[in-house]
Structure formats: structure tokens, C-alpha cells
């Protein structure tokens, strides 16, 4: 589904280590993003991206990094994971879809617990 | 601070039935609206997208944007099992395409 890959599919780790998490897409869009997701609260931002090396926060960000040094590759980092960061972190892009329609298209996600 | 509310169910209804899922939203500025569904386990996929007052209709989804009135629904006739999923709105609002998502409406189609 347009290419978009993350990796890892799941994770354990330990509080205070830090982590990180990659995006990988195939067809060169500009847009990508970085989403949480938990229970009664939906989808929430925490970065995106508009361009190599162009990042912003989004509504959730602290306690989180973000990089993107290539087109294709967009990390999320979790400078020192606490136990409120286990989640299921998405990521997607924004891509034309029917005509000039954007929408965007997830990743599979990655189940992140922080013990 | 953009927000976006649903009902949060969960909603269910009969195989064959019309289902009704409703949004409304925060800020007047929102130009795209979306609606997606998830599958337990499974990420979010795009099923209708709206961006002028109205209704947009794609097989048996209907889509109907009211701006004046902030708000966005999602009709599904002639519901089926498979269609029981979570439903998500999405309002598009920033220069770089953020979507804010509601937290969702549970729906369940009974047989």
C-alpha cells in the first residue's frame, strides 16, 4: 500500500532507554507524519514532516525527536521512554489519491511497550 | 486547541439497516474532511473524503459536510457484517496536510 513500511512491528523495552522507530516509504512523497494511538483518545499528532530536514511538532511531542535526512526515511525517537508512551505508533503519508484528492495512507503501525 | 468529537458508541445496528455516524468540529479554518476505517488491529484506511457543503455519495457511503454548522456525517446503507469496524473523522487544516481525528465510533452489524 503506496510503499510505506515501519519497522519494528513490536517492541518491548525498558523505561529510560531511548528508541526508535522507522518509516520507510518508496514513492517520494513530500508529507509524512507520526501518530499515537490509544484508547479513548484516537489518533493524535506528534510530528511531521514537509521535506528533508523540515520537521514540526505536532499536539503530543514531548518526549519525542524526530529526523528525516533522506526523502524515503522518517524516525521517531523516544529520547528516554516512560511508561505513558506505550502505544501504537502510526505512520503515514500524505499521497493524491482519485483525481486531486489528497489522503493519506498508514503504515502497519508498531506496538511499542514501555515496561 | 483544533478538536474534533464523534459519538463514541458503540453503535450497533441490523444487517441491511442504515448506519449514521456523526462529527463535529472545532475550527471554522478546516478545508478537508475525511472520514476512515479500522479494523481491530489493523491501521486506519480512507473511505470518503469531503471538501464542499453537501452530500458526496460512493457506493453505499454517503458523506454530507454542513460548514455553517461544523459538522460532518457518514451514511452506510445497506450495512453488512464487514462493514463493523471503528470509524474515525479527519480534519484537515494546516499547510502541511495534519489531519486531527476524532476518537472514533465503534460499530458493530449484527447479522
Known amino acids: 500500500d503506496a510503499g510505506i513500511t515501519q519497522s519494528p512491528r513490536h517492541k518491548v523495552t525498558e523505561t529510560g532507554t531511548p528508541v526508535t522507530l522507522r518509516c520507510h516509504q518508496t514513492?517520494?512523497?513530500?508529507?509524512m507524519y507520526w501518530y499515537r494511538q490509544d484508547p479513548g483518545h484516537g489518533l493524535r499528532l506528534i510530528h511531521y514532516?514537509?521535506?528533508?530536514?523540515?520537521?514540526d511538532k505536532g499536539e503530543v511531542s514531548d518526549g519525542y525527536s524526530v529526523s528525516r535526512s533522506k526523502t524515503e526515511d522518517f524516525l521517531l525517537t523516544l529520547e528516554s521512554a516512560t511508561s505513558s508512551q506505550t502505544s501504537v505508533y502510526f505512520c503515514a503519508i500524505s499521497a493524491l489519491m482519485r483525481a486531486t484528492n489528497y489522503g493519506y495512507t498508514f503504515g502497519s503501525g508498531t506496538r511499542l511497550t514501555v515496561v | 486547541q483544533k478538536e474534533v468529537e464523534q459519538n463514541s458508541g458503540p453503535l450497533s445496528v441490523p444487517e441491511g439497516a442504515i448506519a449514521s455516524l456523526n462529527c463535529t468540529y472545532s475550527d471554522r479554518g478546516s478545508q478537508s474532511f475525511f472520514w476512515y476505517r479500522q479494523y481491530s488491529g489493523k491501521s486506519p484506511e480512507l473511505i470518503m473524503s469531503i471538501y464542499s457543503n453537501g452530500d458526496k455519495e460512493d457506493g453505499r457511503f454517503t458523506a454530507q459536510l454542513n460548514k455553517a454548522s461544523q459538522y460532518v456525517s457518514l451514511l452506510i446503507r445497506d450495512s453488512q457484517p464487514s462493514d463493523s469496524a471503528t470509524y474515525l473523522c479527519a480534519v484537515s487544516s494546516g499547510s502541511a496536510r495534519q489531519l486531527t481525528f476524532g476518537s472514533g465510533t465503534q460499530l458493530t452489524v449484527l447479522p
Open positions: 514532516s514537509y521535506g528533508v530536514k523540515d520537521t
Open positions: 514513492e517520494n512523497h513530500r508529507y
